[in-house]
């Protein structure tokens, strides 16, 4: 379907309604590489020594309960349509005990035209984890540094997430390719900010380098948003194509970034070993999103170290495709795959889950 674009097309709510257009209507996959989850296999554990209707999936989020590990990533907000999905997602999460990110509150920044879009959130998911969202480059302008307060407290937000996003401001059309400073800006909030900071990437990955490099500024959450999902970069040569700004020659970047699996293992040996962890405090929270797509995968997740799954294209497509209940059975249905594989692999709770064995192919 070809997707239309507002008057303004530079302007940030036309960008943030062309990315919820596109992600829905256009085929916007990776094409030449997966995530990775079809080749790890989950080992069979054929005396469980458990109950299947005692199997607890609950976990904590920086102190606050999830019904499951689980979080609708990072998506919207910031245009008038936005509200609708933000209060859809919110119900949701609110049922099924499960985390929420908003997308974007660099509009919020800008002006206050859009704010209840954002609102919405945490007015439908009063009890629930919400972390708002602000990307690398603002980050490194120390201006919108000191504005951080009123995009958290506009959601009564439990944690500020930062995406880094370099390969999608590289290919989208006016995108800000300004990263310097970027790191010193994240440690500056990591050192201000009362609540916890979540650094992402947007399904290009991260490296166990740079995952170092936000763990010495004391990060405390790393999604690792990997490759084999949703591309960014394939989202943004769709929108410079619609907006006549062709920029074919860059096309091979459609498949670049670094496959979650291999972000899960790269990054998994950086937490401490549960011998060395006191009362269950972990050094950093790993989060796993890029690609998955149902509790098969994230009971994977957990087995390859990720402490909390995510993800989002899937979760938009479901709601404006089926609807709000098309969205409850989705959400309902991973959780049973997930209950299967912790019964399958004996696991009565998510912490056995993750140190459940498995074979890679
Ligand atoms: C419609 C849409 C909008 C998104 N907007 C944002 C955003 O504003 N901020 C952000 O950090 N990530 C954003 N993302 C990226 C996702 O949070 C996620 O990292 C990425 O899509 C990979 O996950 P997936 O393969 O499950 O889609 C967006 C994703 C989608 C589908």
Redesign the pocket.
Same mark, same amino acid.
């Given at each position: 379907m070809d997707t239309q674009h507002a008057s303004a097309p530079l302007s940030t709510p036309s960008r943030k309604r062309d $990315? =919820?257009e596109l992600?829905v209507h256009d085929d916007v996959q990776f094409t030449t590489k997966t995530a990775g989850f079809e080749r790890v296999e989950l080992l069979h554990n054929a005396l469980p020594e458990l109950d299947y209707n005692d199997i607890d999936t609950t976990t904590l989020l920086f102190g606050k309960p999830l019904a499951m590990p689980l979080m609708i #990533?990072? &998506? +919207?907000g910031g245009y008038a349509e936005a509200e609708s999905i933000n209060r859809s997602l919110a119900i949701a999460c609110a049922e099924y005990g499960i985390a929420l %990110?908003v /997308? #974007?509150q660099r509009q919020a920044l800008e002006d206050s035209t859009h704010h209840a879009s954002f609102r919405v959130a945490r007015e439908y998911h009063p009890h629930g984890f919400i972390t708002a969202?602000i990307g690398a480059p603002e980050i490194a302008q120390r201006s919108a540094r000191e504005s951080l307060h009123r995009i958290i407290d506009l959601i009564e937000a439990d944690a500020l +997430?930062i $995406?880094l996003n370099p390969l999608q401001e590289l290919l989208q059309v006016g995108g800000n390719t300004s990263f310097s400073g970027v790191l010193t800006g994240i440690e500056e909030c990591v050192q201000y900010l009362q609540i916890p900071i979540i650094v992402?990437? =947007? %399904?290009a990955g991260i490296s166990r380098t740079v995952a170092e490099k936000l763990l010495d500024i004391g990060v405390q959450a790393i999604d690792v *948003?990997g490759a084999g /999902? +949703?591309s960014?970069a394939g989202v943004e040569l769709r929108r410079s194509a619609m907006l006549h700004e062709e920029k074919a020659h860059l096309h091979a970047l459609w498949n670049w970034g670094i496959p979650t699996i291999e972000c899960l293992q790269a990054l998994a040996p950086l937490k401490p070993s549960p011998l060395d962890d006191d009362e269950g405090n972990m050094r950093f929270t790993l989060i796993a #999103?890029?690609?998955?797509t149902s509790g098969f995968d994230m009971a994977k997740s957990l087995a390859l170290g990720a402490d909390l799954t995510a #993800? *989002?294209?899937?979760f &938009?497509k479901q709601l404006v495709d089926h609807g709000q209940d098309g969205l409850h059975t989705m959400l309902r249905q991973w959780r049973e795959q997930l209950t299967a594989c912790m019964f399958l692999t004996g696991s009565g709770n998510i912490s056995t889950m993750q140190n459940v064995s498995y074979i890679l192919h």
């Open positions: $990315h =919820v992600c #990533s990072s &998506m +919207t %990110g /997308g #974007s969202n +997430t $995406h992402k990437e =947007v %399904g *948003a /999902g +949703t960014w #999103s890029g690609g998955i #993800s *989002a294209r899937p &938009m």
